[in-house]
Structures are given as structure tokens and as C-alpha cells.
């Protein structure tokens, strides 16, 4: 895992996440090992069942924290992504899909995609993609590819 010491490096975690993230888990183990002994120490169904419930807050609290800790990696990495193809592609090619005709503009993508690309873009390379025209993708709801728009 890699762990920036500032805010603006290129880690997708900084020192604060992941102090905030070890402090979240720990809370959650701590209540989860409180109800624990507090079961163990009793032999009635319904006080058991009370610690139980004690138990799985813990469980939440350690799954929310590691959540907020992935969310915010995901958010950091996606914003590096978005300035990465921006360096990249400085200036957009001058025919986008959405040039053409959009009913018979032929634009790519696979079930699983969110994103429609022209057939020369380099996101699609290689990949068992099929063609729709422009307004089949937008009603599957696909947006267009940001590499491949002006």
C-alpha cells in the first residue's frame, strides 16, 4: 500500500486516511471483543443475543471505515486518471462520433461498458467490442468515451 505524506502526492492514501481508517478498525474491534466477553460471560439467550447486536455495530463501524478509506483512494486515483488523459490528449482528434449523423455514427462498446468509443479509439483496441449507432448506446445508457470526444 502506498501512503503519501502530503496531500498532493501521487498515493492514492494519505497519512490521514490511513490514520483514520486504523482508528476506525480499531474502534470496530473493540466493540466487537467487548461483546464478545460480554457473551461469553452469560448464559442467557437473550442477553447473548443483545451482545451479538453490540457485536455486529462493531462489524459496521470497521466495514464503514474501511469503505470511507477505499472511497477516498478510488476518488484520488480517478482524478489522477482524468488528469493523466488530459496531459495525454491535449488536443482532442477533430472527428468525434458525435460529428456525424448521430443515427448512423457507428460507436463501440460491450454490454459491460458505461462509455461508447469511436471504432479507431485506442481504449477499444483489442476488446470484443460490437457497434450501435450513437443514439443505441445514449438509450442503453452510455456516455461518450472522454478520449474520444472534442
Known sequence: MTVATGSTGDAPWTTHDLSALVVR?????????V??????????VGTQVRWA?????????????E?????????????????????ALP???????????????????TPLMTKYHRPTCPLVTGKPVSGAS??????AGR????VCEP
Not at 25 to 33: E, K, P, Y
Not at 91 to 109: G, N, S, Y
Not at 134 to 139: H, L, N, P
Request: with cysteine.
Open 25 to 33: 478498525l480499531g474502534l470496530g474491534i473493540a466493540v466487537a471483543t
Open 67 to 87: 469503505a470511507v478509506f477505499l472511497v477516498a483512494g478510488m476518488r484520488r486515483v480517478r482524478a489522477r486518471q482524468d488528469a493523466l488523459v488530459d496531459r
Open 53 to 65: 447486536d453490540v457485536s455486529v455495530a462493531g462489524v459496521i463501524i470497521a466495514g464503514v471505515g
Open 35 to 44: 461483546a464478545w466477553a460480554g457473551a461469553a460471560g452469560s448464559v442467557d
Open 91 to 109: 488536443v482532442r482528434p477533430t472527428l468525434a462520433i458525435d460529428t456525424v449523423e448521430p443515427d448512423v455514427a457507428l460507436a463501440m462498446a
Open 134 to 139: 450513437v443514439d443505441e448506446q445514449r438509450s
Open 143 to 146: 456516455a461518450p468515451c472522454r
